[in-house]
């Protein structure tokens, strides 16, 4: 049975730093390709970033440069470190592999971007 669980969420000002963390129980993420994604009120989740098998990485255009995915394949963590955040970036923010699978949603944790 697949688990994930996020964490590291926060309320954080204008131009701060996060480090978000997911950590997997039943997949084996030296094969799997992982992202993360988020999801505010009346919105549909979208995806933000993913890391491949070799460690390859895509973003979504806003947080290119700004978000940086990593993994650790041995301890099946990945991270999204979110730099120069912004209030646009304030959702609940969701691990999963990509494609998502619909049952192995988490929790999320959730990231506040406020004065």
């Known amino acids: 049975q697949v688990q994930l669980m996020e964490s590291g969420g926060g309320l954080v000002q204008p131009g701060g730093s996060l480090r978000l963390s997911c950590t997997a129980s039943g997949i084996i993420f030296s094969f799997a390709t992982m992202g993360w994604y988020r999801q505010t009120p009346g919105k549909q989740r979208e995806w933000v970033a993913m890391?491949?098998?070799?460690?390859?990485?895509n973003y979504k255009e806003t947080v290119k440069g700004r978000f940086t995915i990593s993994k650790d394949n041995t301890k099946n963590t990945v991270h999204l470190q979110m730099n120069s955040l912004k209030p646009e970036d304030t959702a609940v923010y969701y691990c999963?592999?990509?494609?998502?699978?619909?049952?192995?949603w988490g929790q999320g944790t959730q990231v506040t971007v406020s004065s």
């Open positions: 890391i491949g098998p070799p460690g390859n990485t």
């Open positions: 999963n592999k990509v494609p998502a699978t619909a049952n192995y």
